[in-house]
């Protein structure tokens, strides 16, 4: 199915496309750059974040190096470094905190991509709808002209020329090519309906899905950003509370 609408997709245009999932397919591209921007953001704040936390690790090891060679702030300078490491490493589990909230979000990435394919799925119905239509328009004008004993070409054709070579139909062929075309109209319009139908039920249960599917969206991205800010607000407490210790360990030197 997929690489069939991937065929049709360069090759058709709808004459009537549905308003409504044009809207969505916008929707769903806009939804899933802004998530991609999202997580490209985070990425880099969360590389840079890395660097800083664990550039502290240096400041533990000066510190601990500096504290052997001095007595009286030799305590105060090796607990001012055991901070600093203990700082350094803080960024690791936060860091895989927030992989969790990130993995949570690229869910939406998929998300989008299904909303794609929803609406190329209602293009495809859409698109078997309207071929059906023209062709039972075809087969009605030729009915139409065969009943009316009018010849159905236009330019030059072999029908055209082995007409004028050899006569018209005579009125029992004429007749048979008649009933023909009505068994085909007839077999096109069954066609036509039972497409209409399956057009229209999949409209109104895919719209149902992509409703609920919305109104899950917004509970599980408040529940994203909201984990993700209390996340962020732990880890700056807990730089505060290392850097106070640190600033006692200074104090009492």
């Known amino acids: 199915m997929d690489s069939r609408l991937k065929t049709l997709n360069a090759q058709f245009r709808l004459k009537n496309p549905d308003r409504r999932f044009q809207d969505l397919k916008n929707y769903s591209s806009e939804l899933e750059a802004n998530i991609a921007n999202l997580l490209k953001i985070r990425e880099r704040l969360a590389e840079r974040l890395y660097g800083i936390h664990k550039i502290h690790a240096n ?27 203990v700082y350094a490493a803080s960024i690791d589990s936060m ?20 909303l ?63 009933q023909q075309l009505e068994e085909q109209t007839q077999q096109t319009e069954e066609q036509l309906q039972a497409a209409k139908w399956e057009l229209s039920t999949y409209i109104d249960r895919s719209l149902q899905d992509v409703e609920r599917f919305k109104r899950q969206k917004v509970r599980d991205l408040r529940e ?19 850097w106070n210790n640190t600033k006692e360990c200074f104090t009492k030197m």
Not at 95 to 107: F, P, R, S
Not at 146 to 168: I, Y
């Open 116 to 178: 794609r394919s929803i609406c190329r799925k209602q293009e495809l119905l859409q698109y078997e709808v309207e071929k059906l239509e023209d062709k039972l328009v075809y087969l009605k004008a030729q009915k139409q002209q065969m009943e009316q004993g009018v010849d159905v070409k236009s330019g030059f054709s072999l029908k055209g020329m082995t007409t004028k070579l050899f006569g018209a139909d005579t009125p029992e062929i004429r007749e048979k090519k008649i």
């Open 59 to 85: 400041y533990g090891r000066v510190f601990s190096e500096w504290s052997g060679i001095e007595k009286e702030m030799g305590d105060g300078l090796q607990s001012a470094g055991h901070f600093m490491d």
């Open 224 to 242: 994203i950003f909201i984990n993700y800010s209390i996340m962020q607000i732990k880890l700056c407490k807990k730089g505060v509370s290392l």
């Open 95 to 114: 860091l895989e905190e927030e992989d969790t909230y990130a993995d949570a979000l690229k869910e939406y990435l998929y998300f989008a991509d299904a």
